[in-house]
Each structure stands twice: as structure tokens, then as C-alpha cells.
């Protein structure tokens, strides 16, 4: 089993900073890639941002130039730092891991940020 939980969120002003953080455990044996997502409310859940074993990184357009992702592979850890947000990134972010054709999602942390 594998399990991912995510830490990290919280309320900010418009144009500060925030740094999301979610740590596999369990049954890991080789992540194919991990990354981020998103969903406000009403809305469907979105690709934030996804980096791969190799580190090829991908990113929402609303999102390029102003998060970052990236990863401790010793620590089975994926980051997602977040600057300049806006009142539109508002959602619950959520961790994904993809290993061995499976995928997983931590419990979801939620961000908020006041205009």
C-alpha cells in the first residue's frame, strides 16, 4: 500500500508564497512520476504541474513562470512552490504518484488566497 500525505497549505495574500510539500510512503519501488492537482470548487480537477522520473517537469499554462516543482528522490518527496498566487488558485491541491501502471492521490490540502 501506498500512502501520500501532503502538508503545506493554508491562507495567503494575494501575491505571496506557499510551499507544498507530499511524502510517498509504503510500498515504493519506482515512482514514474509524481506532481500536483487541483480542483475548486465547481470545477473539475486540473494538471498543475508533474515531474517525471527523469525530471521532465510540465505545467499548466495559468501556472508557468510562477510555481516550481520539484523532487528529493531520496526522501520520496515531490515540493510545489508557489509564488506570486492569485485569488484564482484557490482549490484543494492534491499529491499524485504514479508507479507500476498505478496511480495514487494524497488527501488533499487546501489553499487559499484572499485578494
Known amino acids: 500500500q501506498v500512502q501520500l500525505v501532503e502538508s503545506g497549505g493554508g491562507l495567503v495574500q494575494a501575491g505571496g508564497s506557499l510551499r507544498l510539500s507530499c511524502a510517498a510512503s509504503?510500498?515504493?519501488?519506482?515512482?514514474?512520476?509524481m506532481g500536483w492537482y487541483r480542483q475548486a470548487p465547481g470545477k473539475q480537477r486540473e494538471l498543475v504541474a508533474r515531474i517525471n522520473s527523469g525530471s521532465s517537469t510540465n505545467y499548466a499554462d495559468s501556472v508557468k513562470g510562477r510555481f516550481t516543482i520539484f523532487r528529493d528522490s531520496a526522501l520520496n518527496t515531490v515540493y510545489l512552490q508557489m509564488n506570486s498566487l492569485k485569488p484564482e488558485d484557490t482549490a484543494v491541491y492534491y499529491c499524485n504518484m504514479c508507479q507500476n501502471s498505478r496511480c495514487y492521490w494524497g488527501q488533499g490540502t487546501q489553499v487559499t488566497v484572499s485578494s
Open positions: 509504503g510500498s515504493i519501488f519506482s515512482i514514474m512520476s
